[in-house]
């Protein structure tokens, strides 16, 4: 039996020095293109059932976050479902992975991938319900549709909610994490959601960047830019996808955005506010505090102890989604990080971090949504 390894395929990122033998398989991670940004990998090995294997990804020490391999371990999969976490450490620079597959194909990954056919069944799931709407505001570098979901019909008082997914495309756990939130909007009949239907118009985009979740790659889109530095100055050529969603949001108008991401280097799931925006608000800081304490009481990965330094008053960077969508629309706007590896508040050594986890997540950020809701109409 040859032994192969193979990326050629939606989301894949490797590329094989040498797989000669099943002990030293040579792999290397290819950067987002023009850029040097890596850490997002994604393949298949073939033919090596029943053999110790040693796979070397040799550039690991080039990553964009080295921190990440830090108490890493890498995702495997045999039936496409099922992600467990794999022997792996860092050795030098090389990030090695000890398995030992039991079938001819399994694949492995940075994180439980996201696929460009699962956002499509989901979408046309969603649209089966009545009240949801599907506008495609503008397409990608690439030329693929930006899918924006819209919940709910807009009325004179209703609040509007934005929920943004996969500016940085390696971050898988966002789109998981808004499809549980879309599970739980569209189905529940919680009294909580349903009057968050009524009370809320949501729009949501789970995938930001169609183009790099394609290609393979961590962070930017197909001519290597970082989406969430594009905010104050979107360019219709380098960055469209931000250009056309940006928008959008100007004829809606934002209350609460949310922009949903992973982090590499912290074992935690966290958000980042807008401490640094020029015209930060008591009214702001209250929500803020507010939807995390409530977050915090509604699920346990969701810590509020560790997280980034917060910057100054006045030196946020505008490019970033949420202090753009802050300091332009008064809104209470919000980064939600979560790990590749686990929670260290909520460790599950086995499955470390996983898909479950952040829907879990997604579906209790409702209920967050809910109080920061009934806050703002008192103040
Ligand atoms: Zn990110």
């Known amino acids: 039996m040859t032994l192969r390894v193979s990326s050629r395929f939606d989301g894949g990122n490797i590329e094989c020095l040498s797989c000669d033998r099943p002990g030293n398989i040579r792999l290397r991670i290819a950067p987002d293109r023009r850029t040097e940004y890596l850490q997002w990998f994604y393949f298949?090995?073939?033919?090596?059932?029943?053999?110790?294997?040693?796979?070397?990804?040799?550039?690991?020490?080039?990553?964009a976050f080295k921190a990440g391999w830090r108490d890493y371990r890498a995702v495997a999969s045999e039936n496409r479902k099922d992600w467990f976490r794999v022997e792996t450490a860092l050795e030098g620079d090389t990030l090695v992975i000890r398995h030992k597959p039991r079938t001819d194909g399994i694949y492995f990954a940075y994180f439980a991938p996201y696929s460009a056919e699962r956002h499509a069944d989901v979408v046309?799931?969603?649209?089966?319900?009545?009240?949801?709407?599907?506008?495609?505001?503008?397409?990608?570098?690439?030329?693929?549709?930006?899918?924006?979901?819209?919940?709910?019909?807009?009325?004179?008082t209703k609040r509007q909610i934005w929920i943004i997914a996969r500016q940085h495309p390696g971050e898988t756990m966002a789109e998981w994490f808004v499809e549980g939130l879309l599970q739980r909007l569209l189905t529940s009949d919680d009294n909580r959601v349903a009057e968050l239907r009524r009370r809320a118009v949501f729009h949501v985009v789970p995938n930001m960047n169609p183009d790099g979740s394609?290609?393979?790659?961590?962070?930017?889109?197909a001519v290597g830019t970082d989406l969430n530095r594009a905010w104050n100055a979107p360019d219709p050529v380098k960055s469209p996808e931000v250009h056309a969603v940006r928008s959008v949001m100007a004829e809606t108008g934002v209350d609460l955005f949310l922009d949903v991401h992973g982090d590499e280097g912290l074992p935690y799931?966290?958000?980042?506010?807008?401490?640094?925006?020029?015209?930060?608000?008591?009214?702001?800081?209250?929500?803020?505090?507010?939807?995390?304490?409530?977050?915090?009481?509604?699920?346990p990965d969701f810590q509020s102890e560790y997280g980034y330094p917060a910057p100054k008053k006045g030196n946020a960077n505008l490019g970033i989604a949420n202090n753009w969508v802050a300091e332009t629309f008064g809104a209470l706007a919000m980064t939600l990080e979560q790990p590749f590896k686990d929670a260290a508040n909520n460790p599950e050594p086995d499955q470390g971090y996983s898909p479950a986890r952040a829907q879990?997540?997604?579906a209790a950020s409702l209920d967050a949504m809910a109080d920061v809701l009934d806050l703002m109409d008192k103040s």
Do not use: M
């Open 44 to 63: 298949r090995l073939t033919g090596a059932r029943d053999q110790d294997c040693v796979l070397r990804i040799e550039n690991a020490g080039a990553a």
């Open 124 to 156: 046309a799931d969603c649209l089966s319900y009545g009240n949801v709407r599907l506008a495609v505001p503008g397409t990608s570098v690439d030329g693929r549709d930006l899918d924006l979901l819209r919940i709910g019909e807009d009325g004179g």
């Open 214 to 221: 394609r290609r393979g790659h961590l962070r930017t889109n």
């Open 269 to 299: 799931v966290f958000l980042v506010g807008t401490l640094g925006i020029p015209s930060l608000s008591d009214a702001q800081q209250a929500w803020f505090t507010c939807f995390s304490d409530s977050l915090k009481a509604a699920n």
């Open 360 to 362: 879990a997540l997604g």
